[in-house]
């Protein structure tokens, strides 16, 4: 396929942007205890169960060398799923997992595993002759026939990505050399792969399905310095999608919206890479629409995977395929990055809120298990895979949410240090010889406390996010108020010289909200802060287990015997003043039309039973 090769067009690049603020590595960051750290607990465990052998089983026989166990089940072997071709999609989100939680923890057995499958990877391109590393059904066949434009069922370029990606943190985050020839081998045999093809070919190639194969290869050429990798990114930044967005047109009604969302971060790291203002502003207007216009309140958007009109809310909210967990998982990847160059309040609020709702949500807290989807059809539940006969694409993005928890709770610049969540934690800023301790029951309690531990006296600001969800925020340093907010969705700054010992207190106010979309009033939603409250529905008519699936195209006929569903009636605003804490933490009651009480808990703390968190109201 590399015999006839156009001249390829070479990605104009400007001056490469710098960052306004740096992430600190995961090894600098500590987790207390709080329910975060609780996940990753129940996510390792899980990590620890499986047995990389069996994911590895169709690369080996693909290469013609023998498997070492026998293949696990769901998407990656059961003829059900076959067309869609995602086998060997979960080896990649393992790897991922498995460096994350090595460089968050330091424990060696991830750095085995990911050792052990680097080797095997390795060994299956030598017995193949080729850097193409695959588990598809059929082996490379139905990669080429992509390649040649021939019709084929499934997504191979997206399942690809996931192996590419494991393999770039595989080597970026636990330093597996490995990894990282193996990484090279298989990104050079795509440069060759795709030579051939011409700039409409390709095109027409990438109206399949295709991940971040943009963000794989703009990472390669970071890492490397290799211009093909540089142009090949800019030839899977697919352009039917960059152009519009380019131009800030919204054209995603209908679109699948995992789909899209790789390809937006691959947008944004072009952008960081080139300098192309095309590919910021489209990343940074596909943000804004997602996030303003067409998310829940939980952070969540889409039906069935798919965008819909905004207009149509009434018609898509009470779905039981409503938010992808994939889709939450890669919008914060998104707003992660658009933050480290744009470090506003409104990002940060919306990762929190995603964050809590959407990715702490998604846990079975037992048995660390994932949703795929996490709609809101009132009196429905949580659905999650099984441990070995599923392995959905959210089942693989639930490996890494877990596990990178420490990622986005503070960042910095030469001089000042960002605390964007408040979860129990600390971080070491080595530069400054400063280690920074938050002691919490956030959301339990609406404060937080920060202690510095520092050899010496140091020059520092410390940059407290005040969100838009508490109208008012006071700071205390030593016992005494320095600074006292009414403005929500900005930074304050406490820029002084910092010494040993020396503490800060930030209060914040949590209060009851009415969320609703303009398109449709009279449905609502409840928050309280940054949390969305859930009617905890209690189990009636649901077995103990039946909320582990094994398939995700049935979301919607599991468990849907018939439920009546408590009402709510009248004014949302006055609804919300009837909405009572009770003596419980972070547990609220309200009454129904009929009187009785319904118990309001946050959603992220709904498993094992019916919930509801919207509400169409009735009138009073």
């Given amino acids: 396929m590399a015999a006839a090769q156009p001249e390829a067009r070479p990605v104009p690049v400007g001056a490469r942007p710098t960052p306004s603020l740096r992430p600190f590595d995961l090894k600098d960051v500590t987790l207390g205890e709080s329910p975060f750290l609780h ?18 089983h169709n690369f080996r026989v693909n290469a013609g060398l023998r498997p070492r166990a026998p293949v696990y089940g769901g998407w990656e072997s059961e003829p059900i799923w076959a067309d869609i071709h995602c086998q060997g999609h979960t080896l990649g989100h393992y790897l991922s997992a498995c460096a994350l939680a090595y460089r968050s923890t330091g424990d060696v057995r991830y750095r085995s595993r990911i050792a052990h499958i680097a080797s095997e990877l390795a060994e299956c391109q030598a017995a193949s002759r080729s850097g193409l590393i695959c588990a598809f059904p059929k082996g490379a066949a139905v990669v080429t026939a992509h390649l040649r434009g021939e019709p084929i069922t499934g997504v191979p370029w997206y399942t690809l990505h996931k192996v590419y990606a494991g393999l770039r943190d595989a080597a970026l985050l636990a330093d597996d050399a490995t990894a990282r020839t193996v990484l090279l081998r298989f990104a050079d045999w795509a440069v060759v792969a795709t030579a051939s093809l011409s700039d409409a070919q390709f095109e027409t190639m990438l109206e399949t399905e295709h991940g971040g194969m943009s963000e794989i290869f703009a990472d390669m050429y970071d890492m490397t310095g290799k211009a093909e990798y540089r142009d090949l990114a800019g030839r899977f930044a697919q352009k039917a999608v960059l152009t519009p967005l380019a131009r800030q047109r919204d054209l995603l009604d209908g679109q699948h919206a995992n789909t899209q969302l790789p390809k937006i971060i691959g947008f944004q790291r072009m952008w960081e890479e080139t300098g192309q203002e095309e590919y910021r502003t489209a990343a940074q207007f596909f943000w804004k629409t997602v996030a303003t216009t067409r998310s829940f309140a939980t952070g969540g958007h889409g039906d069935n995977e798919h965008f819909f009109a905004p207009a149509t809310f009434a018609d898509h909210v009470f779905s039981a395929k409503g938010s992808e967990t994939c889709c939450q998982h890669n919008m914060l990847r998104l707003t992660r990055a658009l933050f480290l160059h744009d470090p506003r309040a409104d990002y940060a609020d919306y990762y929190e809120r995603t964050l809590y709702n959407g990715i702490l949500a998604s846990q079975d807290p037992d048995t660390g298990m994932a949703t795929y989807f996490q709609g809101a059809r009132p009196g429905y539940m949580k659905l999650y895979h099984t441990p070995e006969d599923s392995f959905w694409c959210c089942t693989g993005t639930g490996m890494e949410n877990h596990v990178k928890y420490r990622d986005s709770i503070y960042f910095h610049d030469d001089d000042a240090l960002y605390v964007n969540l408040f979860v129990p934690s600390s971080v070491r800023w080595d530069a400054k010889q400063a280690t920074l301790t938050q002691t919490t029951a956030f959301p339990d309690a609406s404060a937080t406390r920060f202690r510095w531990t520092l050899q010496r006296p140091a020059a520092m600001r410390l940059k407290l996010r005040h969100p838009g969800w508490s109208r008012d925020a006071v700071v205390l340093v030593n016992g005494e108020e320095v600074l006292r907010s009414d403005r929500p969705g900005r930074y304050l700054d406490l ?112 498993a094992h039973e019916r919930y509801a968190t919207y509400w169409r109201l009735a009138m009073a």
Avoid: C, H
């Fill in 495 to 606: 820029a002084r010289t910092w010494r040993d010992g020396d503490q800060v207190e930030l209060r914040l106010a949590m209060t009851v909200a009415a969320q609703r979309s303009p398109a449709a009033p009279d449905i609502v939603a409840f928050t309280y802060g940054p949390l969305v409250l859930a009617g905890a529905l209690g189990k009636d008519g649901l077995a103990p287990g039946v909320d582990i699936i094994v398939n995700e195209r049935k979301y919607g006929e599991y468990n849907a015997s018939p439920f009546i569903t408590p009402t709510l009636a009248g004014d949302a605003e006055a609804i919300v003043r009837t909405i009572r804490p009770t003596a419980r933490a972070l547990e609220f009651e309200t009454a129904a039309t009929d009187g009785k009480p319904i118990r309001m808990i946050p959603y992220f703390r709904i």
């Fill in 39 to 56: 996940a990753q607990r129940k996510t390792e465990a899980y990590l620890l169960s499986l047995d990389p052998d069996r994911m590895l």
